[in-house]
């Protein structure tokens, strides 16, 4: 397979410390792609590789940001995925400030329905926040979760233990620096996710010091928070944030217990009546296997001999064909 004719280069979409991700056109489909580009040698680690194979495990339900597969170029590995055009969740929340508790349950059906996913499948997620849950373009959007670079899989890892995540979502028992159960934890960072969008402000964030991160890890382990006096919610709304923010996670309420919640059940779409599994089922598998994927992300690994110096560096520009004109640029 020539796998340099493989893509159309749009546009760079972010970069941090994994290296780049770019908006691509896959030339067979014209489906738009997100592909993340790590530099070979020795950025391509067991992180790297346990991302993508739980990724490539998760893939094809409908609150999961599609796998689509993993490439080497000269220069690095590519992993490429479904584009979701609508951006991120945290976005839409800066704009509108707060959501109403209808459209804050609208989008927590779904988080609650994907992260079940992964559980079922052995994945816990362990950096579920707004910044990795992303929207598909539709006038009603679509919730996609993304970014397993911390996700542990009971088929591939131990108990975790270690402390990763974003502050601001992390359990008390993350904390502790103690072995824990990480779909519990997962249960925690989705009530934070509630929370903001409810509020407009992170749940455990001192209001007079909202930077002072030794105070927000205080009052994550005192579970001290509160709401906004002028904001109004449903009781049954405060009972589930309630059942949630539980610092004992032996009785912290579970994934599949909010599931039976009254106020998750309220308009429920029908799509999510059984998870999302009616869809999931329907969709094909990923072609790579995981093998595929272990022998390419092993020979990133190593660094590319580089060219003969008559011959011009093929990196992956090339790979991408990145000859568009401004006017042939998708948003």
Known sequence: MDIGTKYELIRDIGSGNF???KLCRARD??????????????????????EIINHRMLSGH????????????STHLGIAMEYA??????DRIVRANRFSEDE???????????????????????????????????????????DFGYSKSAVFDSQPKSTVGTPAYIAPEVLSRKQ?????????????????????AYPFEDPTDPRNFRKTIQRIMSVKYSFPANLHLSRE??????RIFVANPAQRISIG???????????????????????????????????????IVNDARTKAAPPPPAVRDFNEEDYMDGDLMDEELVE
């Not at 869809?279 to 598998?285: D, V």
């Open 19 to 21: 290296g780049v991700a």
């Open 29 to 50: 489909t014209g489906e738009l792609v997100a592909v993340k580009y790590i530099e070979r040698g020795e950025k391509i680690d067991k992180n790297v590789e346990r």
């Open 62 to 73: 409908p609150n999961i940001v599609r796998f689509r597969e993993v490439f080497l170029t």
């Open 85 to 90: 055009s609508g951006g991120e969740l945290f």
């Open 104 to 146: 804050a349950r609208y989008f927590f059906q779904q988080l609650i329905s994907g992260v079940a996913w992964c559980h079922k499948e052995g994945v816990c997620h362990r950096d579920l926040k707004l910044e990795n849950t992303l929207l598909d373009g539709r006038p009603a959007p679509r919730l996609k979760i993304c």
């Open 180 to 200: 824990y159960d990480g779909e519990i934890a997962d249960v925690w960072s989705c009530g934070v996710t509630l929370y903001v969008m409810l509020v407009g």
């Open 237 to 242: 709304c405060l009972d589930l944030i309630s």
């Open 257 to 295: 217990q909010i599931k039976q919640h009254p106020w998750f059940l309220r308009n429920l779409p029908e799509e999510l009546r059984d998870g999302g599994l009616a869809m999931t089922e329907a969709t094909s598998a990923p072609p790579q296997t995981v093998e595929d994927i272990r022998r």
